[in-house]
């Protein structure tokens, strides 16, 4: 299995849709290790991700782990502060 395929089959399991050509473009240089705790960091995340793509993106900049993921901020409680 080529690792574009492995990609795919991942994305998939992890959040049960088909990754876009750029999802997949962008862990294609990433090692197996490091594309299995983004896509673990999609699977965790507290609210719907509206673009996993720029979700990826991000981790992959700031060299988000599952450990270190930022927790979503309720702008609710926010706001009144």
């Known amino acids: 299995m080529d690792k574009r395929t492995a990609i ?3 994305y998939q399991i ?3 849709n088909y990754p ?3 999802s997949i473009n962008l862990l294609l240089p990433l090692t197996y290790l490091r594309i299995l705790e983004l896509l673990l960091l999609l699977r965790q995340y507290n609210k719907p991700i509206k673009s996993p793509y720029n979700f990826l993106k991000i981790a992959v900049e700031e060299n988000w782990t599952p450990e270190s993921i ?3 901020i309720n702008q609710k409680v926010q706001n009144i502060k």
Do not use: D, H
């Open 8 to 10: 795919t089959m991942n």
């Open 14 to 16: 992890a959040t049960l």
């Open 20 to 22: 876009t050509i750029e």
């Open 70 to 72: 930022p927790k979503p």
